[in-house]
């Protein structure tokens, strides 16, 4: 792997356009100090008292973030509620410097939160909570869908790659639908020379003329429903293989601490980890890694150079503790000199 190739790319991330598309949620953390517990009048329930709150744009947002922080432009197509957590998330991704012109607004839905109250630890640290989600689970009406297509096409003509990121496992509750998924892998058809790219908790398998990126225990569950989550490597290889025939293009499947596997017509490439110490935080390391690829791409490194810049960045955001990290192209270069 030539390393310093890579790092010289790194020298242009504010070359590289990106529209991340898909799934949006605001990530709020509410900071509770329990010496500020008191007894609720109305109940006698311990009543929480939020001394600091801190809100960061998640999922397609932890993208955004990981880009803007290495220096790629992003725009941004998602759906939000025009609700307080819609103009929070707004507000979290301007803060950042992304584009949020192509959002779609649903006034009659609300926004994907992930709410996550942190208690402060007798040591100073803060241990999560019970997490509290606010979510649609009515089927997205059409209007909504076609808007997010229309956003899209109006869009790509700028950018050098589009990130689809795929989070819900409930089919027709989040922005990709089968509706939108279709209509995404037609516009990839169409346009050959960009890179589109998809990551998806549970729908990977659906995508077509589209990369794809999953875990370990994602792909077995795609491709061999019912078997033990614990496969051979044999297993992995094979089912990597079936994925990377099935949607027509590369497929980048991660094995955690063990790195990541590529599957490129018909071959298969290891690409290693890198090797970290101390306590770790894997909240957002695969968002870390979807950026990292596909900044990579764009700035013309091969898919093994790309699919190792995403593992770079990913061990640099795990080691940020109780917040989904990013990570500079300083310090990637930094831990590139370094080797694994």
Same mark, same amino acid.
């Not at 020298?11 to 509770?32: H, P, S």
């Not at 998330?89 to 992930?114: F, H, S």
């Given at each position: ?52 709150? #801190? ?86 009406? #059409? ?186 192209? #300083? ?10």
């Amino acid at each position: 792997m030539d390393m310093d190739r890579i790092i010289a790319a790194l020298g242009r991330t504010q070359d590289a356009r990106i529209i991340v598309f898909g799934d949006y949620c605001l990530d709020k953390y509410l900071y509770i100090d329990p010496k500020r517990d008191e007894p609720s009048v109305e109940t006698g329930l311990t009543a929480y008292q939020v001394h600091r709150k #801190q809100m960061y744009a998640g999922v397609g947002g932890t993208i955004t973030n990981n880009l803007r922080a290495l220096g790629a432009q992003v725009r941004c197509i998602g759906a939000i509620g025009c609700d307080g957590e819609g103009f929070e998330l707004k507000q979290a991704l301007t803060k950042v410097g992304a584009d949020i012109r192509y959002m779609v607004e649903m006034p009659d839905r609300c926004t994907n939160t992930y709410t996550k109250p942190m208690r402060k630890q007798p040591d100073g640290s803060y241990q999560e909570m019970e997490r509290l989600d606010f979510r649609d689970f009515s089927p997205m009406p #059409q209007k909504y869908k076609d808007a997010l297509v229309q956003a899209l096409r109006e869009a790509i003509d700028w950018a050098d790659g589009v990130i689809i990121t795929d989070q819900f496992v409930q089919e027709d509750s989040g922005v990709l639908t089968p509706f939108v998924r279709e209509a995404v892998c037609a516009l990839a058809k169409e346009r050959p020379r960009q890179f589109f790219y998809a990551d998806s908790r549970a729908f990977i398998d659906a995508y077509r003329n589209v990369m794809v990126k999953c875990n370990n225990h994602e792909l077995l569950k795609a491709m061999r429903p019912g078997q033990a989550l614990e496969p051979t490597q044999a297993v992995l290889e094979a089912c990597g293989r079936e994925l990377c025939a099935r949607n027509g293009k590369t497929a980048f499947v991660t094995l955690g601490d063990k790195g990541s596997m590529i599957f490129d017509e018909g071959q298969v490439t290891a690409v290693p980890a890198f090797r970290v110490s101390g306590a770790i935080d894997i909240v957002g390391a695969g968002d870390a890694t979807n950026a990292g690829i596909m900044l990579g791409l764009c700035l013309g490194l091969k898919v093994e150079e790309a699919a190792l810049l995403g593992n770079c960045v990913s061990s640099i955001t795990i080691q940020q503790i109780g917040t989904t990290g990013t990570a500079s192209p #300083q310090q990637v270069a930094r831990r590139l000199e370094g080797n694994l």
